[in-house]
């Protein structure tokens, strides 16, 4: 056995259901394999084809808090910018993302602001700050008080992981539909646009590794 550990080669008959989180194929030759603990810094190979299967992901965590934090940032440099020109009664101003949805319930185009707040504001912020209230006490190696109802949280809302994608489709519509906004070329478009991306790596994060932390270093 060499710095790499092998997992079991997964015998024919099928896996009861419970077991099913516990198998790993091969990205390369499709090989099924049973998962098996890993030390520090090992790596799982293929049998077959020597591809690599998984390495230890329980420290995942630790590569997603800058992640995080770099979201939050462009966040705020996101609505702290003008990112929309609106024609308010006959004069054009530069406005935030809140500035435009209270204009959007003033104009009496209340669903349209919730949806645009919903989506650049509201879902974006609490996935942020769900994930800085897991991952900074576990920087310190602490376990954050309600951390299962949490992690169970952030796996709920997942079916909202298209949210990246719904956000600009949002503000297309605005453009398009609404003669009275235009979309401004500016800091907050561009700090919008990373926000979009990093979410997006954010959300490829698979939330299970924090149980298997959880496993390994119980509460204290
Ligand atoms: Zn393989």
Redesign the pocket.
């Known amino acids: 056995m060499s710095e790499a550990s092998r997992p079991e080669p997964l015998r024919a008959e099928p896996a009861p259901p419970a077991e099913l989180s516990r198998l790993v194929a091969?990205e390369?030759?499709d090989?099924v394999y049973q998962r098996t603990e890993l030390a520090d810094g090992e790596r799982a190979l293929?049998l077959?084809?020597g591809?690599q299967l998984y390495r230890e992901s329980t420290r995942a965590y630790t590569r997603l808090l800058p992640l995080v934090v770099t979201a939050l940032i462009l966040f705020l440099v996101s609505n702290a910018y003008p990112i929309v020109e609106m024609d308010l009664k006959g004069v054009r101003t530069e406005t935030t993302l809140w500035g435009a949805v209270q204009a959007l319930n003033a104009d009496h185009m209340a669903l349209v602001a919730m949806l645009v707040f919903g989506t650049t504001i509201l879902f974006p912020l609490c996935e942020m700050l769900m994930m800085l209230y897991l991952l900074v006490p576990m920087a310190r190696r602490r376990m954050p008080p309600g951390f299962e109802r949490i992690v169970r949280g952030i796996r709920q809302t997942r079916p909202w992981g298209m949210i990246e994608v719904f956000m600009i489709g949002v503000l297309v519509t605005l453009v398009k539909l609404s003669t009275m906004a235009q979309v401004l070329p500016g800091i907050a478009l561009w700090s919008f646009g990373a926000l979009v991306v990093v979410l997006a790596a954010m959300l490829s994060f698979d939330p299970r590794d924090l149980w298997q932390y959880l496993e390994k270093e119980p509460p204290r």
């Open positions: 091969c390369y030759c090989a293929c077959r084809c591809g």
